[in-house]
């Protein structure tokens, strides 16, 4: 996304990207016991503060409910000027689906099985390998590491996109099913 300075830039941002698209709708909301308030002291006179925490983001689509779209750090700097307040520096960052958790360890024999390379007839080849505790999963210029959810079911940090790993009859890994926002867009067949 890159950094946007100056409110011009903003607004066109915002124009382009959020409301140039079928999400005409964009909300956020702090996460409850997150945001910390540090004033800015000049003395004992108060000019400014620093807010930080994490926030939640929703999208709320032409024609459908409103849901969860990702969660992200911010930092604002308010300051007092002219007798009120306004805020001078925006910051969101760290940005991931919401509602995923970072917390579920699989051992390296649960990883092992689904190591291997995957291909989708529309995209390539991909290949998956244990990297620590996660997956990473590489190709077509595609890079990322994936974290468990469950058992069998994977995401990464950067935006909402699942992988499930699918067994077969036999109980084997043969496929991966991907999942963005959701809905399945894709499916890969381990080879």
Known sequence: M???????ALVASIRDNVCGS????????????????YPLRNGNIIYGAIISGEHVFYVTERNKPERKDGLAKFTHVWLFKNNEWKMSDILSYDHGPANKKIDIKLSEGELKEFEGSY?????????????????LVSGTGFNAVLYPESKTKFFIKERDL??????????????????????VVDELLKF
């Open 119 to 135: 291909k989708n007839p529309k995209f390539g080849t991909f290949n998956y390998k244990i990297q620590g505790s996660n997956l």
């Open 22 to 37: 079928q999400n005409p709708h964009l909300r956020r909301e702090a996460v409850d016991g997150t945001v910390n308030v």
């Open 2 to 8: 890159g950094i946007t300075n100056g409110k011009t």
């Open 162 to 183: 699942g992988f499930e790993f699918v067994r077969n009859e036999k109980n084997e890994v043969f496929k991966i099913l991907v999942y963005e926002k959701g809905a």
